[in-house]
């Protein structure tokens, strides 16, 4: 099956800094990467996701890079605020299209915090 | 708005109990999943569910069972908790051509 590695599991920035969160997949038919953020004492939300026929992805402050041939992908946040400061969860499925299962694998998680 | 709820939020119990862990929707998804969340381990799948007649073990389905009594319906059960069954345990939804996926608000359970 599908195996996540994501680091650092801790990364700590100034406000205002960048802050980069890379994981690495194993199973080459995995097609959809999502990235789920999940404050203190909430639930996971996605942020942003990206499909491997899509090489970047950018909404505003976040982005998320992705290497098909490498297996890994990254998300970037810039100008980072302390309303950043959360858990980020990569995962990758091989979709949920047709009769694909759409299963996600999540990484272990990467705790950031953004000082002011 | 459409959302996906679970009860209870939080839950103690003991050793050798029984417990059922529930998670209703009403975003009309057909899809729906059990996770576990592990300080350090990410989430992981318990069991998912594709429609009412379809059920699936995922990753860590040892000890656990799980019933989906209506599309809107998915419960987790803990047949005899054991201490190493306390986590943190998140419902989620999905429809079927979409890849996103909706979570409660998650259950926190202690088992003494």
């Known amino acids: 099956g599908e195996n996540v590695e994501q680091h650092p599991s801790t990364l700590s920035v100034q406000e205002g800094d960048s802050a980069v969160i890379k994981c690495t997949y194993s199973?080459?038919?995995?097609?959809?990467f999502p990235w789920y953020k999940q404050e203190l004492g909430k639930r996971p939300q996605l942020i942003i996701d990206?499909?491997?026929?899509?090489g970047e992805k950018k909404d505003q402050r976040i982005a998320v890079t992705l290497n098909k041939t490498a297996k890994h992908f990254s998300l970037h946040i810039t100008e980072t605020q302390p309303e950043d400061s959360a858990v980020y969860f990569c995962?990758?499925?091989?979709?949920?299209?047709?009769?694909?299962?759409?299963?996600?694998?999540f990484g272990q998680g990467t705790i950031l915090t953004v000082h002011p | 708005d459409a959302d996906v709820t679970q009860t209870p939020r939080n839950r103690i119990t003991k050793t050798g109990k029984r417990i059922m862990l529930e998670c209703s929707q009403t975003?009309?998804?057909?899809?729906m999943y059990w996770y576990r969340q592990d300080p350090g381990l990410g989430l992981r799948l318990i069991y998912y569910?594709?429609?009412?007649?379809?059920?699936n073990k995922g990753e860590i389905s040892d000890g656990y069972s799980v019933s989906r009594q209506a599309q809107a319906k998915f419960s987790l059960s803990l047949e005899s908790a054991i201490p190493n069954q306390t986590a943190l345990y998140f419902c989620?939804?999905?429809?079927?051509?979409?890849?996103?996926?909706?979570f409660g608000p998650g259950t926190r359970l202690t088992v003494l």
């Open positions: 989620a939804t999905s429809m079927r051509g979409t890849d996103t996926q909706y």
């Open positions: 990206i499909r491997s026929n899509v």
């Open positions: 199973d080459s038919a995995s097609n959809y």
């Open positions: 975003k009309g998804h057909d899809r």
């Open positions: 995962a990758a499925s091989s979709g949920a299209g047709g009769t694909s299962y759409g299963k996600l694998t």
């Open positions: 569910s594709f429609d009412v007649k379809d059920i």
